[in-house]
T-cell receptor, first 114, second 108 residues
Framework: GAGVSQSPSNKVTEKGKDVELRCDPI?????LYWYRQRLGQGLEFLIY????????KSGLPSDRFSAERTGESVSTLTIQRTQQEDSAVYLC????????????FGPGTRLLVL | GQNIDQPTEMTATEGAIVQINCTYQ??????LFWYQQHAGEAPTFLSY????GLEEKGRFSSFLSRSKGYSYLLLKELQMKDSASYLC?????????FGKGTTLSVSS
C-alpha cells in the first residue's frame, strides 16, 4: 500500500485483558515509531525501531507494554493486563531513516479499556 | 526537560491569515516539524525547518529561529478545510517531541 496502515482501527477491551495492535509501515522504510495520544494531550513517544532492533524503548510507560518488529516490516505493540488509563489512540509512524527524516503516520488504533 | 508550547485554540475567518506560534526547550535539536491533524485522522506532514528562516510551500509557510527556540506556521487564504489541529514537533533524538497541538477553527 501507499501509506502506513494499522489494525484494528478500533478496539474495546475489558480491564485486565491483553491486546495486540499491528502496524504495517511504508515499504522500504527502515525506521518505525509508536506513539500514544490521550484525549487532549500531545503525541507521546513510546518506542523506536531501526530495522528489527529497538534502540530506544524509553517511552514505554510500564513493563506491561512491549513491541516487536519482524522482517524489517510489520510491528506489533502488545499491552498486557490492560488498565483504563491505557485508553488512547495508538499511532504508528515510519520514515526512510531516523532522526531528521519525515515521519509518516498511520490512522491509529483507538483503544478503549472498560 | 523537554517542553513545547503552542496555543490551545485559535479562530479565524475564511480568506484570512493566521499565525500559529510554537516555542520549544529541548535537550537537542535536529529540526522542527509541523503536522496537520483533522479530527479522527492521522497527522499529515506540512513542513520541516532545520535552518533559521522562512520556508514557503503554497498557502503554508513555516519560520524557525533556533536562537530563540521559536517557530511559527503561517496559513494564508484560509479555507474551511483548514479547520484542524496543528502540531509542532521537535526532533531531538530518536523520536519527535510533540506539543499538545493548536486547534484552529475557520468560520465563514
Amino acid at each position: 500500500g501507499a501509506g502506513v496502515s494499522q489494525s484494528p482501527s478500533n478496539k474495546v477491551t475489558e480491564k485486565g485483558k491483553d491486546v495486540e495492535l499491528r502496524c504495517d509501515p511504508i515499504s522500504g522504510h527502515t525506521a518505525l515509531y509508536w506513539y500514544r495520544q490521550r484525549l487532549g494531550q500531545g503525541l507521546e513517544f513510546l518506542i523506536y525501531f531501526q530495522g528489527n532492533s529497538a534502540p530506544d524503548k524509553s517511552g514505554l510507560p510500564s513493563d506491561r507494554f512491549s513491541a516487536e518488529r519482524t522482517g524489517e516490516s510489520v510491528s506489533t505493540l502488545t499491552i498486557q493486563r490492560t488498565q483504563q488509563e491505557d485508553s488512547a489512540v495508538y499511532l504508528c509512524a515510519s520514515s526512510l531513516g531516523g532522526n531528521q527524516e519525515t515521519q509518516y503516520f498511520g490512522p491509529g488504533t483507538r483503544l478503549l479499556v472498560l | 526537560g523537554q517542553n513545547i508550547d503552542q496555543p490551545t485554540e485559535m479562530t479565524a475567518t475564511e480568506g484570512a491569515i493566521v499565525q500559529i506560534n510554537c516555542t520549544y526547550q529541548t535537550s537537542g535539536f535536529n529540526g522542527l516539524f509541523w503536522y496537520q491533524q483533522h479530527a479522527g485522522e492521522a497527522p499529515t506532514f506540512l513542513s520541516y525547518n532545520v535552518l533559521d528562516g522562512l520556508e514557503e510551500k503554497g498557502r503554508f509557510s513555516s519560520f524557525l529561529s533556533r536562537s530563540k527556540g521559536y517557530s511559527y506556521l503561517l496559513l494564508k487564504e484560509l479555507q474551511m478545510k483548514d479547520s484542524a489541529s496543528y502540531l509542532c514537533a521537535v526532533s531531538a533524538g530518536t523520536a519527535l517531541i510533540f506539543g499538545k497541538g493548536t486547534t484552529l477553527s475557520v468560520s465563514s
